[in-house]
């Protein structure tokens, strides 16, 4: 079964920073498409940031370009978000989603594209 947790998240005041991980288990999603979705109350689920799956081509929202980044490790299997110079308009439940196809060399930007999702991790920006 496969299975996506995120860990990482909290209470940060504005201008600080925090690094979310998403671990995978049931398979590996190496050369597989990943990205990290964000939801705020009251809003639609929207992309914060995605990678490829073999190519580790990487694309981010405008809101946080040049203050987040996208990575992976794929001997552990996990995926990671580093989040710099914290808003507090970055508060939102933190979500991270694999696709199931291999050696994908795209990156998605619709949550629809993505088959399995994290239970989220809460991350709140203090002004």
């Known amino acids: 079964q496969v299975q996506l947790v995120e860990s990482g998240g909290g209470l940060v005041q504005a201008g600080g920073s925090l690094r979310l991980s998403c671990a995978a288990s049931?398979?590996?999603?190496?050369?597989?498409?990943m990205g990290w979705f964000r939801q705020a109350p009251g809003k639609e689920r929207d992309l914060v940031a995605a990678?490829?799956?073999?190519?580790?081509?990487?694309y981010y929202a405008d809101s946080v370009k040049g203050r987040f980044t996208i990575s992976r490790d794929n001997a552990k299997n996990t995926m990671y978000l580093q989040m710099n110079t914290l808003k507090p308009e970055d508060t939102a439940l933190y979500y991270c989603?694999?696709?199931?196809?291999?050696?994908?060399?795209?990156?998605?930007?619709?949550?629809?594209?993505?088959?399995?999702w994290g239970p989220g991790t809460q991350v709140t920006v203090s002004s």
């Open positions: 049931g398979r590996t999603f190496s050369t597989s498409a």
């Open positions: 990678i490829s799956g073999s190519s580790g081509v990487t």
């Open positions: 989603a694999g696709r199931a196809r291999a050696y994908d060399s795209s990156y998605y930007l619709s949550p629809k594209s993505y088959d399995s």
